[in-house]
Every structure is written in structure tokens, then in C-alpha cells.
């Protein structure tokens, strides 16, 4: 199951970084828990192809040191939580987690959990620290559906799985394809997940870096792009149940100082990158996107202004950002498919895996080489 890189058909304006990964911005972590189990007929309690998959900003206490973050919504059809708060105050207090739609409220519980344990003052007040008032936490959590190849009526993800993800959550390269929350998605008919990419940007001699992580489960088979071509006019999935709408979260990272303003620029970005892969966004689709910086950390609740925040200009720099996130989204989408193998679900369900031969192909005959 090779990234879409090796299979030498698709290039870049822009080069990658070391992992090709959401994880080359420095800090950034991701992990996963994966959730494989049962075969056969439903039973109320699986079979099981889901899971849960972490983002996490910085290596700190995310609560005590906020990052900057904005949140779009391209399409509105879905079950997010927590993003009227980060549209109102423009940062991140949580890591971010993805998983099954009907799991977003058990994940989001999980969240408040490790966050209480690690800030133990959150909804009793601020008496050992002298400030006033009653903190609160805002956990963000997204998903997309695996219903068709996972029990979602059960619920499986709770407290333990987050801390497993949150456990396994590091800083080097990124596992792809059937693996957390992408473990039961489908894309383009074919079986989807997590897929990731990464660009690099100078800007008054620093290198700035862009990431994308993707949760990949939208798309009908004869709409999907690759590099232009219309590969899925030419590669079909075995006859089955059709996917006829579908959803996608995407999580854009970067260690430029935007703030929350600029970063909500780059989310609406994120929709060319989609669109590059064949996606029209149909209307029972929920297509959310959530960007962050690691730079320019805010304080939980200061009681005066602190520090002084840089800025990048508007002007050439953010065209440049714009394209890498628009690459980033197009390359993290096909690697999601590319990397996810065959997966049997519920009731004998099937999302086949996406032939990278066959792709090949295609694009040989297009003159993709």
C-alpha cells in the first residue's frame, strides 16, 4: 500500500517535509486507537472497524497554553462539537480528537476527563490561584460516519480508547489508511481514512511548515480526480452499495504566527484542496475543517495583556500558505485511499481497497509520468 509519492505520478509546487506528515510541524503529535473486532451479522455490540485518532498541538498542557485556532465549516451536515468556542475565542484548549459520528459525545466526555485531571481547578473556581470566576473546558471533537462497515448504535469509544490514542500519540510519521478514526470510512467508493501531508514555505529566510490530516469518507467512485485525471471514469470498486454522499474532517497545522483570523482563511482553502480530488461537497456531506498555530501561545485566562504576538503579512506570504494547504488537503486525501487496505465489515460489508496498479495505469495512459 504505497503513498501516492511512490508511485511517482503525482508532483508538487511545493516541497514536503521530512515525514510528509502534519507531525513536521514541530510538536505536533498524533495517535491513534484502532478498534477491529467481531465478524458477521450485527449483534448490537459490533462487529466493531472503528476507533479514534488524536491530535495534539504541543507537548505542553494544551489547557494552560492555548494555541491560536479557527474552525470552517464547508458543509454543515455532521455532529462536530466544540466549535461555536473556538469561533468566539479563536483558540484551541483540548487536543483534537476524530472519530465515529454516534462516539463524538463519549469522546468528547473523555476529553473534559484528562483535561480535569490535568488542570484539577476547571469547575471549581480559581481559589488556589488567586484568580476569580469558574473555568470551563471546550473539547473539540470531529467525525464522519463508518456505519456501513462498523455497529455505531454501541458506541464503542470512550475513556479508555482516547487514552490509549493520546498514549500512542507521537511526533514522527504518521500510521495512514485503516488505522483510528478512519479505521471503518469509505472514500470514493473504495475504502478511505487518515491520510496526511505536509508542505514547506520560506518567508524572510525562516521556513515555515503546513500539515494536513484528513479523515476521508465522502465521495461517489466516478468523481474521483488524481493529478487532473479522471481516474475513476476508468477504475471502478466491485459492484456493492453505493456511497452517495459521505463526509471528510480535515486538520490543517502550522507553526507560522497566524492568528486566529488568517488561520480561518487557510480553513476555507482547505475546500480547493478537496475539490483537486473530484469532491463536490454533496449535500448530506459534513465537510469541516479546523486549523491551528503552535506559535503564539495564549495563557489560560491572563489577567492583563501579555507578551507581544508577531504577524505574518498578508500579502505575498498568505498565497503561498493558501497553496500549501490546498496541496497538503489534495496529497493527504489521496494517501488516505491509497494506504487503506480491504476491509470486511458488518453483515459482510466491503469497501475494497483502492488498486494502485490499476491507478497506475490510468495514468500512464494520460501521459502522468
Known amino acids: 500500500m504505497p503513498r501516492i509519492r511512490e508511485l511517482d505520478i503525482y508532483q508538487s509546487q511545493l516541497p514536503t517535509g521530512p515525514h510528509n506528515a502534519i507531525t513536521d510541524v514541530a510538536g505536533v503529535a498524533v495517535g491513534h486507537f484502532t478498534l477491529i473486532a467481531g465478524e458477521g451479522a450485527w449483534t448490537g455490540h459490533g462487529p466493531f472497524r472503528t476507533g479514534v485518532t488524536l491530535i495534539v498541538p504541543h507537548e505542553g498542557n494544551v489547557y494552560e497554553a492555548k494555541v491560536g485556532a ?17 469561533r468566539e475565542l479563536g483558540n484551541l484548549e483540548t487536543p483534537i480528537a476524530l472519530t465515529s459520528t454516534l462516539n ?5 466526555d473523555a476529553l473534559m476527563t484528562l483535561a480535569i485531571e490535568q488542570n484539577p481547578h476547571i469547575g471549581l473556581g480559581f481559589a488556589a490561584t488567586g484568580r476569580q470566576g469558574y473555568a470551563s473546558v471546550n473539547p473539540v471533537v470531529g467525525e464522519t460516519s463508518d456505519g456501513f462497515l462498523s455497529d455505531m448504535q454501541a458506541r464503542p469509544i470512550g475513556l479508555a480508547e482516547v487514552r490509549a490514542a493520546l498514549a500512542d500519540a507521537s511526533t514522527g510519521p504518521v500510521a495512514e489508511g485503516v488505522v483510528g478514526a478512519g479505521t471503518g470510512t469509505s472514500c470514493y467508493g473504495w475504502k478511505g481514512g487518515i491520510g496526511t501531508a505536509s508542505r514547506l514555505l520560506p518567508e524572510r529566510g525562516h521556513r515555515f511548515t503546513v500539515g494536513a490530516l484528513v479523515q476521508s469518507n465522502f465521495g461517489r467512485a466516478e468523481e474521483l480526480t488524481i493529478a487532473g485525471v479522471p481516474v475513476g471514469q476508468h477504475v471502478q470498486p466491485p459492484p456493492g452499495r453505493r456511497v452517495e454522499d459521505g ?19 487557510l480553513c476555507q482553502r482547505a ?26 501561545r495564549v495563557p489560560d485566562r491572563p489577567e492583563r495583556v501579555v507578551g507581544e504576538q508577531t504577524a505574518v503579512y498578508e500579502q505575498p506570504i498568505m498565497s503561498l500558505f493558501a497553496l500549501a494547504v490546498v496541496e497538503a488537503v489534495e496529497e493527504a486525501i489521496y494517501n488516505s485511499l491509497l494506504m487503506a487496505r ?10 475494497h481497497g483502492l488498486p494502485a496498479d490499476e491507478v497506475v495505469k490510468v495514468m500512464r495512459r494520460y501521459g502522468r509520468f
Open 342 to 351: 480491504t476491509v470486511v465489515g458488518r453483515d459482510g460489508n466491503t469497501r
Open 104 to 108: 463524538v459525545p463519549r469522546v468528547a
Open 70 to 86: 479557527a474552525v470552517h465549516t464547508i458543509n454543515g451536515f455532521g455532529k462536530v462539537a466544540g466549535f461555536e468556542q473556538v
Open 247 to 265: 463526509s471528510i474532517m480535515i486538520v490543517l497545522a502550522t507553526d507560522a504566527p497566524l492568528e486566529a483570523r488568517q488561520l480561518g482563511r
Open 271 to 296: 475546500a480547493f484542496g478537496l475539490a483537486r480530488t473530484g469532491s463536490t461537497c454533496h449535500g448530506g456531506s459534513g465537510d469541516f475543517v479546523i486549523a491551528f498555530s503552535t506559535t503564539n
